[in-house]
């Protein structure tokens, strides 16, 4: 049997610190992702998120499995560099070269960020999450 508690207001066992829930649902991620990007391709764990496609070398679409309410949620992404060099990994997300992000998909490109490097490179992992509301 289901049950649904409701509060407004969630607080220590002394009342010292309390959280309202409009801030604890704002402040969670909606979706997340951990994904490998070199030898096999693939999600290695995640919430909300029912696929990774690679569309080639650093270039990433990662799909939620419920949507978001709109296009303007926050991201943020990490992906790890290799483990010799000076390598220094930057990722660029959907809405650079006249695309445009959805409340279901996002692409990114994970970029060399190194002095003097160019182009796109597969990272050994990627990490990213997603805030904003639920549809």
Do not use: C
């Not at 995640?46 to 949620?73: C, H, P, Q, V």
């Not at 790890?80 to 809405?95: K, M």
């Not at 990272?123 to 639920?134: E, Q």
């Amino acid at each position: 049997m289901a049950s649904i508690l409701r509060v407004n207001t969630l607080t220590d066992a002394s009342s010292n610190n309390s959280t309202a829930m409009s801030t604890i649902n704002q402040g969670t991620a909606k979706s997340w992702v951990y994904l490998k990007g070199t030898d096999t391709f693939g999600i290695q764990d995640s919430f909300n998120t029912t696929s990774a496609t690679d569309n080639g070398t650093g270039d990433y679409t990662t799909t939620r499995s419920n949507a978001l309410s709109n296009d303007d949620y926050a991201t943020s992404g990490i992906p790890s560099a290799a483990s010799t060099g000076n390598a220094h990994y930057n990722f660029i997300v959907e809405n650079q070269n006249n695309r445009t992000r959805t409340t279901t998909a996002l692409r990114t490109w994970i970029l060399n960020a190194d002095y003097g490097s160019t182009g796109a490179v597969d990272a050994i992992d990627y990490s990213m999450t997603f805030m904003g509301d639920l549809a």
